[in-house]
Nanobody, 127 residues
Framework: QVQLEESGGGLVQPGGSLRLSCTAS????????LAWFRQAPGKEREFVATDHRGSHRTYYADSVKGRYTFSKDNAKNTVYLQMNTLSPEDTAVYYC????????????????????WGQGSQVTVSS
């Protein structure tokens, strides 16, 4: 069992920044891998960012590439999502999710392959 606790959402003006945090308990980051997804009103949940042990790389949705940064602190069992240059189109509930660490690279962007989800953190970008 994995519990995921998110924090850091809120209201920000266009062009601003926010940082989300997600702390895992019950399992260490060595046994699960974490990712960020988001879901805007009326839209499907979409992949945002994650890393992959096998490839030693970090992956981003095209819509956030260059603006968002995924990072992690293994000692704290925590991952972060630094979001810069935010726009109203980034408004969504952001979710942290956990998958088996050995999941193949081709599957890491698919929500169905994630076993555990955080409660979600609202990010609203508005003037």
């Amino acid at each position: 069992q994995v519990q995921l606790e998110e924090s850091g959402g809120g209201l920000v003006q266009p062009g601003g920044s926010l940082r989300l945090s997600c702390t895992a308990s019950g399992r260490t980051l060595g046994s699960v891998a974490l990712a960020w997804f988001r879901q805007a009103p009326g839209k499907e949940r979409e992949f945002v960012a994650t890393d992959h042990r096998g490839s030693h790389r970090t992956y981003y949705a095209d819509s956030v590439k260059g603006r968002y940064t995924f990072s992690k602190d293994n000692a704290k069992n925590t991952v972060y999502l630094q979001m810069n240059t935010l726009s109203p189109e980034d408004t969504a509930v952001y979710y942290c999710a956990a998958r088996p660490v050995g999941l193949v690279l081709s599957a890491i962007r698919t929500p169905a392959h994630y076993n555990y989800w955080g409660q979600g953190s609202q990010v609203t970008v508005s003037s």
